[in-house]
Structures are given as C-alpha cells and as structure tokens.
C-alpha cells in the first residue's frame, strides 16, 4: 500500500472546525483512504473512508482531492472527546485473502476548554 | 448490533510463561478476524488473520501463533514469552476482505 504522510501534531478549541490534511501522492487507482482514530490504552475508532468522492457521516467529512493525491478529515464543532491520534491509511482492495491496514504514527489533535 | 469482546483487560507475565489471549465477536456470523500488535510508542502491526474456522494466515513472525477454533472466537498464544512481547494486543473484524475494520478494546500485556 502507498504511503501517506500527515502532520505530527495539531491543535484546536472546543467548537472549532478541524481540517487534518493527508498527503498520498502515489495513491493508486484501487487504493481506498481510510481515516481512523485512536485514544490511549483504547483501540483504534473507524472514522470514514472513501475512494474518489467525498463523504461524510456523523463523524466527519472526507474532502478528496480530484487528482486523489490528497485528501482532509474536517470535524466540525470539535469537543475534547475528538482529541486523539489521527490515521490516515491507504488499502488497496485485497489481491488475496487478506486485508492488511497499515497504521502509521498519525496526527495527533490536541483539543483545548 | 455487533460487540467484540477481549480477554483479559490486561496482564502481567514472566519471560519464559505461556500466553493465551482471547478474542470474540458477538452478533456477526462468519466474520474476518485479525490479531494486531502495538509496542509502547510503536505503531500498529497486523500479525495474524482469518476468513474462517480451523484457518490461520501469519502476516508478521513474532514468535507468537493464532488459532480460530470457533466462528465467533480469535485465540492468540505462544508456549514462552519475550520481553519483546510487551505491548497492546487488539482484535479486529470485518465483515468481508474488503469491508471496514472494526477494532476491539484490546488486551495490555507486560513481559517481565
């Protein structure tokens, strides 16, 4: 899978917009961007994914670039309970068997009173 | 609705002592489980997966193996524990190989 690149660590205030950006500048046309998040001591929370067009759920929104070389995770009026690690993952539809996510560092947001 | 539950919450264990974690999904019939691994300050590493009952693939060797002796259950062991081993054990499903993954709570283990 295609690697993806995103700050190490961002900052807001409690109702806030948050826009995370994703840079995968060699996604491929069957990789899908995936968007998950994860507390301390907690597993990982699916947020969303999408593959060329953008979505949104009661999570957050999925803007893609058109040329799918970037892509940003907005959550809008941000609460302390959106501060976590932020991963952005590229999964390519298996050729196999498998289906292997491959989590990087993330983003980590960091959520002020 | 679908849960998935981990045993135990957490433990502590000497180098050299066996190890068996377990992992079972409630509310989903013929689910994909996985077996991921995160040391302290690592990242996510997937180890194990399965389609299917009695079926086992390794993604990663850490001297450690998987079992699915039931649809709904996901056993991670090995006869002696590392030092290395320490770390965030977590099991996760979908529904399908191309479906989202779904993790849950996880197992904490410390090698002593």
């Known amino acids: 899978d295609a690697k993806t690149t995103q700050p190490d660590s961002m900052e807001s205030t409690e109702g806030e917009t948050v826009h995370l950006p994703c840079s995968h500048a060699?996604?491929?046309?069957?990789?899908?961007i995936y968007w998950y998040r994860q507390v301390p001591l907690q597993g990982p929370e699916y947020v969303t994914h999408?593959?060329?067009q953008n979505t949104t759920n009661s999570m957050a929104f999925l803007a893609i670039a058109s040329d799918r070389k970037s892509s940003t995770l907005i959550l809008t009026h941000v609460s302390l309970r959106d501060a976590a690690v932020y991963h952005c993952?590229?999964?390519?539809?298996?050729?196999?068997?498998?289906?292997?996510?491959?989590f990087g560092k993330g983003a980590k947001l960091t959520v002020s009173p | 609705a679908q849960t998935i539950h981990q045993w135990p919450v957490a433990e502590i264990k000497a180098v050299g002592s066996p190890l068996s974690l377990g992992c079972t999904i409630k509310?989903?019939?013929?689910?994909?489980l996985y077996w991921y691994w995160q040391a302290t300050g690592g990242t996510l590493q997937q180890l194990f997966y399965?389609?299917?009952?009695?079926?086992v693939e390794s993604v990663v060797q850490l001297n450690l193996s998987a079992s699915r002796p039931k649809d709904d259950q996901f056993i991670l062991s090995t006869e002696k524990l590392l030092l290395s081993h320490s770390g965030f054990y977590l099991c996760?499903?979908?529904?399908?190989?191309?479906?989202?993954?779904?993790f849950g709570p996880g197992t904490r283990l410390l090698v002593l």
């Open positions: 993952i590229l999964r390519a539809l298996p050729q196999g068997t498998g289906s292997k996510l491959s």
């Open positions: 509310g989903k019939s013929s689910p994909n």
């Open positions: 996760a499903w979908s529904s399908g190989n191309q479906d989202t993954q779904y």
């Open positions: 399965s389609i299917t009952v009695g079926q």
């Open positions: 060699t996604i491929s046309g069957n990789e899908y």
């Open positions: 999408g593959l060329q």
